[in-house]
């Protein structure tokens, strides 16, 4: 579900207030364990951080118009959405949040390929996220995000 926003603030507004509280302690657990050199806005209708133009000039592939997007939080219609694209291009990373993730959370692991959804707010892990964001770095990023580019 995509929320008319053009700022974090408007987007926070825009959500229904119940799950508000959530995203708030989601995005501050974000923003509080996140490497410096991300940059946060609006990207896709979400929550977004992305790899500004002044770190990564070529931009996104897709449209190098955009930054290279990173990660997002989003409240969708039946779930609250993180998305990470490094959980999805590190096999490493991967395995490593699908092993840590029953020592926090009781219930089954709902994740797609860059997608862990959350139907339940009391089921986020914020710790075990904490440690996520903090795994990668803009520059591991930019490198991984260029030899996945190349190898296709």
Known sequence: MQYK???????????PEERRDVIEK?????????PKGFQEGIS??????????SAYAPGYHCDPKLPLPFMSIASQKNFIA????????DKELYDWFVAEYPKHVKTKLDMGKSCIRFK???NIPFELIGEL???????????????NLKSK
């Open 5 to 15: 926003a053009d700022s974090v603030e408007e987007y926070l507004n825009a959500i």
């Open 26 to 34: 989601l995005r501050a657990t974000i923003v509080s364990n996140l």
């Open 44 to 53: 896709y209708g979400m929550i977004g951080w992305v790899v500004p133009h």
């Open 82 to 89: 993180l998305y990470h694209m490094g959980v999805y291009a």
């Open 120 to 122: 339940k707010p009391e």
């Open 133 to 147: 964001v903090s795994k990668m770095t803009p520059q591991q990023w930019i490198d991984l995000y260029e030899a």
